[in-house]
């Protein structure tokens, strides 16, 4: 399980960045456009989407290890950790059933800002959407056929993504 983490810590900390950093580069011969001009400005928001994206992800990986008794179970074919044994839906998870992905969405946001490269922008909001489109449709099914109606109803009542986009809590 430490393998695993190390190795998806690596994954998603050092080249996932290093690929937004050389594609941004290479792209930016092609094309640069400065998305904040603003130093001070560009830090201060800098700061808050690093502070977001902090608190969901790490505090995900915590209720995921603490309440769920596992974590996220591969990435890629790589295992991570032993699978989740209990549905969480409280901590991040009550704003979000993605937590973690949005708390990465969030610090790659925060680079690109940093790299203040439209394309950076661009390159982060496309990754966003492949995994919203091809990883989590795989993740949501497994957490169907896992906890079945628990997560189906969970998923009626909390927003895929986006924590302040909250779905209509019609039947509380």
Request: charged share 15%.
């Amino acid at each position: 399980m430490i393998t695993g983490y190390v190795v998806g810590g690596l994954l998603v900390l050092v080249l996932v960045p290093y690929l937004l950093y050389r594609m941004t580069f290479l792209l930016n011969t092609l094309y640069s456009l400065e998305i904040i001009s603003n130093p001070v400005l560009r830090w201060i928001i800098i700061g808050i989407l690093l502070s977001i994206g902090i608190y969901f992800a790490i505090r995900s990986l915590v209720f995921q290890n603490t309440i769920g008794k596992g974590g996220p179970v591969e990435i890629g074919k790589i295992k991570i950790s032993p699978k989740t044994e209990h549905l969480v839906v409280t901590g991040p998870y009550k704003y979000t059933r993605n937590p973690m992905l949005f708390g990465t969405f969030s610090i790659y946001l925060a680079f690109a800002l940093f790299l203040n490269a439209v394309n950076a922008v661009l390159l982060v909001c496309a990754f966003v959407v492949f995994m919203l489109t091809v990883v989590v449709p795989k993740e949501e099914k497994r957490l169907v056929q896992d906890f079945g109606e628990e997560y189906i109803a969970y998923r009626k009542k909390v927003s895929l993504f986006f924590p302040w986009i909250q779905k209509n809590k019609q039947n509380n």
